[in-house]
């Protein structure tokens, strides 16, 4: 069983960066698939970037709308996946949950509130 806790959501303004955090309760090392989703109102859950683990790499992926702005990177000693936003854009307003899948088990944290004012 593993527990996923974000933080780091807040109010930015448009053109400013927030950082979010997903810490998981124990070794990431193992889990080779995590991923940054994000809900706004009214909206479904979309996947905004993924970071898979390989033989000796990670790849990362990016939704577009986020591309060049976001970036995923994972911290396997401190059990954590960071998601880096840069250049918010008010559309980039939601409902920000960390996900982890392993052994076919998928983990959701309960979510971070991010508001980007215009």
């Known amino acids: 069983q593993v527990q996923l806790v974000e933080s780091g959501g807040g109010l930015v303004q448009a053109g400013g960066s927030l950082t979010l955090s997903c810490a998981a309760s124990r070794s990431i090392f193992s889990i080779n698939f995590m991923g940054w989703y994000r809900q706004a109102p009214g909206t479904w859950r979309e996947l905004v970037a993924s970071i898979t683990s390989g033989a000796s790499t990670n790849y990362a992926d990016y939704a577009d709308s986020v591309k060049g702005r976001f970036t995923i990177s994972r911290d396997n000693a401190k059990n954590t996946v960071y998601l880096q936003m840069n250049s918010l854009k008010p559309e980039d307003t939601a409902v920000y949950y960390c996900?982890?899948?392993?052994?076919?088990?998928?983990?959701w944290g309960k979510g971070t509130l991010v508001t980007v004012s215009s």
């Open positions: 996900k982890a899948r392993v052994d076919g088990r998928v983990y």
